[in-house]
């Protein structure tokens, strides 16, 4: 049994040397962003009080925030841990414990903060074969940046990825949507989804990823209104000449229509819209490496276009499993 049951991501944190140059950037992205108390803070149109983080310092990843469903959760926990409970002195106020997972990871598990009423979000009118809903109307969009809804999940490389799992899973709860796996039995990292018992959660909430290379965020994902919102986002960060990293495409865990971009300290955030929902009753299910970063449509993973060099250090990871995996299988039974 986990101690407590996390009700979704709230938030990541950043330090980077120059806030302007961020927040031009996150402004292009589609957040709202404000300064307080020298940090800066980009917010989506769900009502919470911030999703995005960064204070001044060096550029790095500082770490996360999950939301719990109460400050008596967030005590529970906390008396598990040994720890107190201490006031969030940022916007949207609140308490927050912080914990740290066991790569170093900054994990702040937060209740209580006041969140303003969500924005409506206009419904797209979308005519397929099946339904024509949109009669005597023309669409016409203007150009913008995307309208960022929320904050939807971040990807952690870890060291051990089964030791990571553990702590995860036991202090929040959450559940495995699919595993990862090399070969069979040789699991690589999962994505991960909160338990929200018969209400549906996103696909992943938090994927743990064990690969080759320095310890870090892999990227944060923020959902967009529609596809339209995230093509129209799109091309704005062209228009930007923003980096983008990774897009527009179709993944095939989570389902996810994606467009990745970097910021301008190399960090690398998502626009997502339509991703899968489960409840706590669907199975968990096993997927390849090639399955990770395959597309169902759309444009391949940089690696597999030939534009981006392999994370140093991967294709010696790979050889050694295959030649783990090649020297198990060809034992007997009895070695076995």
Avoid at 22 to 34: H, N
Avoid at 49 to 63: D, N
Avoid at 143 to 155: F, K, L, S
Wanted: charged fraction near 25%; aromatic fraction near 8%; glycine fraction near 10%.
């Amino acid at each position: 049994m986990a101690v407590i049951k996390v009700e979704d991501i709230a938030h990541v944190r950043f330090a980077a040397p120059d806030l302007t140059l961020m927040r031009g950037f996150l402004e292009d992205f589609g957040l709202a962003c404000f300064e307080e108390g020298g940090r800066l803070y980009g917010k989506g149109s769900d009502g919470r009080a911030f999703v995005h983080v960064t204070e001044p310092g060096e550029s790095r990843f500082l770490g996360l925030g999950l939301s719990a469903a109460s400050i008596a959760d967030l005590e529970t926990l906390a008396a598990h841990e040994g720890l107190t409970p201490e006031p969030l002195n940022e916007p949207g106020g609140g308490m927050v414990l912080r914990l740290t997972d066991p790569d170093g990871y900054m994990v702040e598990v937060v209740a209580g903060q006041h969140c303003e009423p969500p924005a409506p979000v206009p419904v797209p009118l979308f005519n397929s074969a099946a339904a024509k809903p949109r009669q005597r109307e023309t669409i016409r969009l203007d150009p913008a940046p995307a309208h960022v809804r929320r904050i939807g999940h971040a990807v952690l490389k870890v060291s051990d990825f089964r030791r990571s799992e553990r702590w995860w899973k036991e202090r929040f709860g959450f559940l495995t949507s699919d595993e990862i796996e090399a070969a069979p039995n040789v699991p690589l990292g999962a994505f991960m989804r909160c338990d929200r018992g018969d209400l549906p959660s996103d696909h992943h909430t938090i994927f743990l990823a064990q690969l080759p290379g320095a310890l870090g965020l892999l990227h944060a994902a923020f959902e967009v209104e529609s596809l339209d919102d995230l093509m129209l986002g799109h091309e704005y960060l062209k228009t930007r000449q923003r980096e983008a990293a990774w897009g527009v495409g179709r993944h095939i865990m989570g389902s996810q229509i994606f467009d990745y971009w970097k910021d301008p300290f190399g960090n690398e955030l998502e626009h997502w819209t339509d991703g899968d929902l489960f409840t706590a009753a669907d199975p968990p299910a096993k997927q390849t490496m090639q399955a990770l970063l395959a597309v169902q449509w759309g444009a391949p993973h940089p690696m597999f276009a030939g534009k981006m060099a392999p994370p140093p250090g991967l294709v010696a990871f790979v050889t050694a499993l295959q030649l783990r995996i090649k020297r198990l299988f060809a034992r007997s039974p009895k070695e076995a």
